[in-house]
């Protein structure tokens, strides 16, 4: 038992512990026992150890036998729990038995889990087979319900279409029935089904009969416009505009229909706007003054000298075709409304003629424009303004083709033209081009007439007769002062509204003016009254046109120059006059200084 437990210590803690008396008899090796113990001179163990070496031996000894009495102890303890032991190992046993059925029942439940999963996954591909079949029935069913509610015409809206009254109710009737006409219309497979063929009829049917109830229903609108005194603005924005989609369903749906509607209008309207624009014409013919008319002029002479000559009463009377003055403010009034005939009538009061084609073309921009917006928004085309307008245009172009053949007054004529285009800017500013036509066209027969006319007062100062015109005295002729603020009042207006085409015109009347002036002036006997005669008329030019304004600088500085040039002249024939002996010594000495110096030279 002993040598058992020295062999356990032995193993347990080496020979460390192992004090045989044998041992010391040994030879043990201290080669390296020095560098051993410098390197662990720091283990307060060994220092221990080593410092009490005796009493460590002893204390070894007790261990060893108290290790020995434990060990026998614990076996006796393990003898004694045998029987415990025993049935342990029994218990675990059982153990093992209970566990092991348990695993059969567990791979049976094992075996039944996997039939069931097979089982699930067979379900979960029947739920998505039909899930797809679902959502492909629910689908068919929304396109065949969309389908069905596309084409088939409710009672309500087949008894709204064919009794109703045409109103803001039967519009939205009329909307359900395009959206039906168009679903019809456009997939070719849908027109193609045979489910189409029962309901197409039906829906034809109501078609043909909300064309002929929309058609009869405006025409009855535009019938009641051709009743006169009608104010057919009030028609278009109160009724017609209501019916906007009216007109939209017949260019969509029936477009014979709707071509015979907008014939209808383009006829009622043209022969409506046609007789008021007449009767306008007429009613203003009466208010004109008649300024520079044939009767005006000495038998087939057309001469503007012909209303001079008759004497400055008469001139007076017929100022207005040289002298622009308050003529001018119709510039300033063009947005002003035009006449109103029955009142200016009753006042018996005359306008000159520009005056009359400011209210005429103020009335048909007016007109224009109304009509021009109201048919783009009713009808969307703009080709049918042209032809409500043909009327119109056609009764302007009857009135001026006889009022401007007719017409010699140069100022009215540009007035006129100063008017067109301003009446071009307000449209300009409108945004609406419906009129650029005409006012190109009424331009185009303007300027010609006026270059005529103008040219007639060119000719007239080139062929009349200077001594008819003489007047005793060197004051201003009155037929100078009448051709210069004729010229200032051209100068005004091309400044206000020219384009250039006036330029070159204006210094051809100021070379007939001079021509003028100087055959007048050779009327007199003597060169001095000659010069003062033209120094009075070129002081009378000038002050006429610096009251033009800077407009007329270029003018002004050309009368100034003559005046100057006479005025030399003028001097000289005084001098001359008194001091004839001294003005030959003074000149022939100034002739021989100058001979002298170019010789030195």
Known sequence: ??????????????????????????????????????????????????????????????????????????????????????????QIHDCDVILSQIGLILSGFQTHICSISSEIRSLQEKSWDISLKLKNRKLVETKLAGFVEEIVAPPGLVNILVNGEVN?????????????????QVDPLINASK?????????ERLRQKALSKISSHIMEIFFAMRNPGTNIQI?????????????????????????????????????????????????????????????DFNGHDTSIIDIII?????????????????????????????????????????????????????????????EYLFMESFFGEESLFYQVFEGPFAVIDQHLDITLPNCHDAVCLMLIICITRKHQLVMCNRQLSCLDNYFDKALMYLWPR????????????????????????????????????FTASLVQLNAECG????????????????????????????????????????????????????EAKKLQKYFEEKLESNMMAFVDDLLMEHFSDLLRFVRSHVCKLQKTTCQLL
């Open 195 to 203: 489910a189409l063929n029962d309901i197409k009829q039906e829906l």
């Open 1 to 90: 038992m002993a040598g058992t437990h020295k062999k356990r210590m032995e193993d347990r803690f080496g020979s460390f512990f192992s004090f045989d008396e044998d041992s010391e008899s040994e030879d043990i090796s201290l080669d390296e026992l020095e560098e051993e113990l410098k390197e662990h001179k720091n283990c307060d163990v060994l220092v221990t150890i080593l410092t009490n070496g005796e009493k460590q031996r002893g204390m070894a000894t007790l261990v060893e036998g108290d290790l020995g009495h434990t060990e026998e102890a614990l076996i006796q303890d393990y003898i004694e729990d045998n029987d415990s032991l025993v049935l342990l190992h029994d």
């Open 310 to 370: 008759r004497g400055r009463e008469h001139l007076r009377n017929h100022g207005f075709m040289f002298s622009l003055g308050e003529r001018a403010n119709i510039l300033k009034e063009i947005h002003q409304p035009g006449l109103v005939p029955h009142i200016s009538q009753g006042n018996s009061r005359t306008y000159p003629y520009e005056v009359i084609f400011r209210s005429l073309q103020k009335l048909l921009m007016d007109t224009a424009s109304s």
């Open 499 to 550: 384009d250039g085409q006036l330029d070159m015109n204006l210094e051809r009347l100021q070379s007939a003016i001079e021509f003028l002036l100087v055959r007048l002036a050779q009327t007199f006997t003597t060169t001095k009254l000659q010069h003062l005669f033209l120094l009075n008329n070129y002081d009378m030019a000038i002050s006429v046109l610096k009251e033009t304004g800077d």
């Open 235 to 295: 028609l278009q924005q109160n009724l017609l505009q209501k019916h906007r989609y009216l007109v939209l369903f017949l260019k969509e749906h029936g477009s014979e229909t709707y071509g015979d509607l907008c014939a209808s209008y383009v006829d009622t309207m043209n022969k409506v706007l046609s007789t008021y624009f007449h009767v306008y014409v007429e009613a203003l013919e009466k208010l004109k003054l008649e300024i520079g008319v044939p009767s």
């Open 450 to 485: 006026f270059k005529v006319v103008f040219d007639m007062y060119i000719q007239s100062l080139y062929q009349c007769d200077a001594k008819t015109l003489w007047i005793d005295g060197t004051h201003p002729h009155h037929i100078a002062r009448c051709y210069v603020e």
């Open 168 to 184: 803001e109710g039967y519009a939205r009737s009329l909307e359900i029935l395009s959206r039906k006409l168009k679903f019809v």
